[in-house]
């Protein structure tokens, strides 16, 4: 098994560690959702990942190191600007991408086994690369408090959400179904008003339609944001929809619409396993210094 970390035939001085720059979720480059991927990580300290996430400003930066358990071909630890996650969706498909563009040899020729805080998950390499999406470990409909909460941070009558759910799987997700993609699109929330919440919606296209649902995700407080492309939303909402009937068992989300990114979330359920996968590009190669 090949060093998980380590760039084959790139220079680097002493301190200066590989870097990619993945785009996930587009086929068009700068229209997905960029995580940044430090190689060889194994000598950094938990302030300086953190540092440097908060430096870089992405959603999320992973650090890979050597796995500790067997049965994984490299390990991650995912970063965003304030915290630590134990799972996240698109920053495991771009870190599985750049650990195979870096020369990295799986244990198994068909998919790769990422070590996370989360556990083992396995990223299946088809057309693109795709994850499996992990136990939630948190899912319950949403109590009536929280639905007014989230209808307030919306800005939309109660009644306009058809129903919510929690989908905890790494981020903290709370999922609402609206009537459809243009109620999606339609909503300028109120981030102060989401307390805290990570609310995530989702609405139908029309049958015939290029995609099949609008997702938007939306984490809250005074610095909230819209995130442009969600692997572990898109995830939680497949495991919650899928199940009822209310999604099929295959079908392509578009995220990030109203930021002007063109991403795009292919989800499949087969033989009791969600994947979720997407395209991924890398659009920044170098090193970076953190000493």
């Not at 540092?51 to 959603?59: D, Y």
């Not at 572990?232 to 909402?237: D, V």
């Not at 497949?238 to 199940?243: E, G, V």
């Not at 396993?273 to 170098?286: E, H, I, L, P």
Request: proline residues 7%.
């Amino acid at each position: 098994m090949t060093d998980a970390s380590l760039v084959p035939g790139q220079q680097h001085t002493r301190g200066a560690l590989p870097f990619n720059q993945v785009d996930v979720f587009s086929t068009d480059r700068l229209y997905g959702n960029p995580v940044a991927v430090v190689h060889d990580s194994a000598s950094l300290t938990d302030h300086q990942m953190a540092a440097f996430a908060r430096w870089t400003n992405l959603s999320e930066t992973t650090f890979l190191l050597p796995p500790t358990d067997p049965a994984a071909d490299y390990r991650v630890r995912i970063f965003t600007p304030t915290e630590e996650l134990p799972f996240a969706g698109h920053p495991t498909l771009g870190s599985a991408h750049a650990w195979l563009e870096a020369g990295g040899s799986p244990q198994n020729e068909d998919s790769v086994v990422q070590e996370c805080a989360a556990g083992l998950v396995r990223v299946r390499r088809s057309e693109v690369l795709a994850f499996e999406a992990p136990p939630l470990r948190r899912h319950e409909p949403a109590d009536a408090d929280s639905i007014a909460r989230i209808a307030a941070a919306l800005r939309l009558p109660p009644a306009e959400i058809q129903s919510a759910y929690w989908v905890v799987n790494g981020p903290k997700w709370v999922a609402a179904l609206l009537k459809d993609a243009d109620t999606v699109l339609g909503v300028e929330p109120d981030f102060a008003a989401m307390d805290g919440l990570e609310i995530g919606i989702v609405g139908r296209y029309p049958a015939g339609s290029d995609c099949d649902v609008e997702v938007r995700g939306f984490v809250g407080g005074s610095q909230g944001f819209e995130d442009p492309v969600t692997g572990s939303l898109n995830a939680g909402i497949a495991q919650w929809l899928i199940p009822g009937g209310q999604l099929p068992s295959s079908y392509v989300a578009s995220q990030g619409t109203v930021l002007g990114c063109r991403g795009r979330v292919h989800v499949r359920f087969d033989e009791g396993r969600t994947w979720v996968g997407g395209a991924t590009n890398t659009v920044v190669r170098g090193s970076v210094e953190l000493d």
